[in-house]
């Protein structure tokens, strides 16, 4: 973390259009955080802020079943992450387009 300051993604400022909120990642890596500090602010440490890391933030058995894929690696290029072909939420899954994955 920058300095040491625990840094949380997201915002309900109104800051940018809506679904448009992955932009985030690019503008932390371009201002100085690493990608894994930037994913690390979108996961681990908003759960922490919001006072849910027993539930959410990080893939663990008997956490919820949150999460997306992406095609590629966003610890490589984190503007993967403006593209989400898979989201699942409680386990359920919400959006699958593996033509756009490769598959």
Do not use: C
Not at 14 to 23: I, L, P
Request: charged share 25%; no cysteine; aromatic share 4%.
């Amino acid at each position: 973390m920058p300095r040491g300051v625990k840094i949380a993604f997201g915002t309900d400022a109104g800051v940018s259009k809506h679904g448009r909120n992955a932009d985030e990642f690019e503008l932390m890596v371009k201002y100085g955080m690493t990608p894994a500090q930037a994913l690390a602010a979108a996961t681990v440490n908003a759960a922490d802020l919001l006072g849910l890391t027993a539930e959410v933030g990080t893939l663990e058995p008997g956490k919820r079943a949150d999460l997306i894929a992406v095609d590629g690696n966003p610890l490589d290029d984190v503007t993967v992450l403006k593209r989400v072909p898979f989201v699942m939420k409680d386990g359920v899954v919400f959006k699958d387009e593996p033509a756009s994955r490769g598959s």
